[in-house]
Nanobody, 123 residues
């Protein structure tokens, strides 16, 4: 069983930066992990994902060039560095893990989820 705990959310002005962390319990170095977000009234969507052992990454078009996902397998932690934040990035951000090592964009392919951390970007 994998447990995920997110941290690092908060309130930031447009153009600012935040770094989210996701601490995982258990052995997750071979699991693909992802960051998703859900804004009020909208469906949960993928932001970025990283494959097992960091072999591949995926980014939503809306965050390419601004966000970067990375993982520290020794610490079983996944990070999401968010730069040039925009008000439309405001959402609850969730960390997720799946059983396989390949990255996918669909929420249905991720079995483990954290509780989420709020990110609010003011204009």
């Amino acid at each position: 069983q994998v447990q995920l705990v997110e941290s690092g959310g908060g309130l930031v002005q447009a153009g600012g930066s935040l770094r989210l962390s996701c601490a995982a319990s258990g052995r997750t170095s071979s699991n693909a992990m992802g960051w998703f977000r859900q804004a009020p009234g909208k469906e949960r969507e993928i932001v970025a994902a990283i494959g097992g052992h960091g072999r591949s990454t995926y980014y939503a078009d809306s965050v390419k060039g601004r966000f970067a996902i990375s993982r520290d397998n020794a610490k079983t932690t996944v990070y999401l560095q968010m730069n040039s934040l925009k008000p439309e990035d405001t959402a609850i951000y969730y960390c997720a893990a799946r059983e396989g090592s390949l990255v996918y964009a669909s929420t249905t392919l991720y079995s483990y989820w954290g509780q989420g951390t709020q990110v609010t970007v003011s204009s």
